[in-house]
């Protein structure tokens, strides 16, 4: 690809309800569109490659990065697990887009591509390792070690949304206890419904809290120590001390932070909660894009 860096990159993130493209100038998100995603391969590629051509208006495309939800394969050419986008499984995924638009694709777990955002311009600028979590619909994870994402044998790596926080809830993933069954914004809406009897928007179940109702602090409470489980076990396991949030969650994190610091600082023997920063994302919903788009 080309070493200019004034040179524009292309970003993608490619959600199940959502296309997010993105062209990158410097550190400038210069123009973006966002279209709905066709449940359908051929044309849903067809859709990036025409996104992608429009974010171009003539210019070259020298590389094209594209984050996905989904476990990526070790080689980073197809995605062999994604919820989802069923029926982007098992294709060959970037040898298709590379097709389309004659320039190199690199792939990426969304998540991932997310955190490698953060890292190279947003909150985690200069901080060697970290943990992005997303608290979105579910909870994701990616971590950076020395600068750039840690994939692990299986690209399975970062999967903190699963990880067992001692409840009993029933996670989406089939089994009890994860931490995206208590501490997902979707959880923490139907902790809320059940503790208040009443519908609550996480925006507006926060807002109740900060005016302190005691029912929406329980809330807040519950979903922050099971976090704090969960991060302790990532502390414990890399030593990792900063945690950045993204997702729709992130905004709240000024409610669970607290309780997971206190549970944290319990768990971790030799640490205190000053040691760990807990600290809402920069790059908001395009952090995916920037990513994406500075992937190597
Ligand atoms: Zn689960």
């Known amino acids: 690809m080309s070493t200019d860096s004034s040179a524009p990159r292309f970003g993608v993130d490619l959600g199940g309800t959502a296309i997010k493209l993105g062209r990158v100038e410097g550190e400038q998100l210069v123009s973006r569109l966002e279209i709905t ?12 490659a025409a996104g992608v051509r429009t974010l171009a208006d003539g210019s070259p495309i020298h590389q094209l990065g594209i984050g996905v939800p989904g476990v ?12 989802n986008l069923e029926f982007l499984e098992k294709l060959p995924l ?10 190199p694709v690199l792939l990426e777990n969304d998540a991932n591509a997310a955190a490698f955002g953060e890292a190279q311009i947003g909150a985690g600028r200069g ?11 579910g909870v994701g994870g990616g971590v950076i070690l020395n600068g750039t994402p840690f994939h692990g044998p299986g690209g399975m790596a970062g999967e903190i949304g699963h990880m067992y ?26 902790l809320a419904a059940q503790q208040l009897g ?42 990792l001390r900063v945690f950045l949030f993204g997702g ?6 000024d409610l669970l932070a607290p309780h997971a610091l206190k ?7 030799g640490r205190c909660a000053s040691d760990f920063q807990l600290t809402v994302a920069t790059l908001g919903n395009d952090a995916g894009i920037h990513g994406a788009a500075r992937l190597i």
């Open 248 to 253: 729709g969650g992130a905004p709240a994190l």
């Open 37 to 48: 995603t066709p449940h359908h391969a051929e044309q849903c590629l067809d859709a990036i």
């Open 127 to 137: 901080v060697l390792n970290f943990m992005f979590i997303t608290l979105g619909t």
């Open 72 to 83: 990526i394969s070790t080689a980073r050419l197809q995605v062999s697990n994604a919820p």
């Open 263 to 269: 549970e944290m600082a319990k768990r971790c023997f």
């Open 94 to 103: 970037v040898a298709m887009l590379r097709d389309r638009l004659d320039c």
């Open 198 to 239: 009443r519908t609550l928007s996480l925006k507006e179940l926060a807002a109740a809290a900060r005016e302190g109702d005691r029912d929406a602090l329980s809330v807040f409470r519950t979903s922050g120590l099971a976090l704090g489980i969960a991060l302790s076990q990532v502390a414990l396991l890399l030593d």
């Open 165 to 190: 926080t001692g409840h009993q809830r029933q996670c989406g993933c089939g089994t009890i206890g994860c931490l995206e069954a208590i501490a997902s914004a979707r959880a923490m809406e139907t």
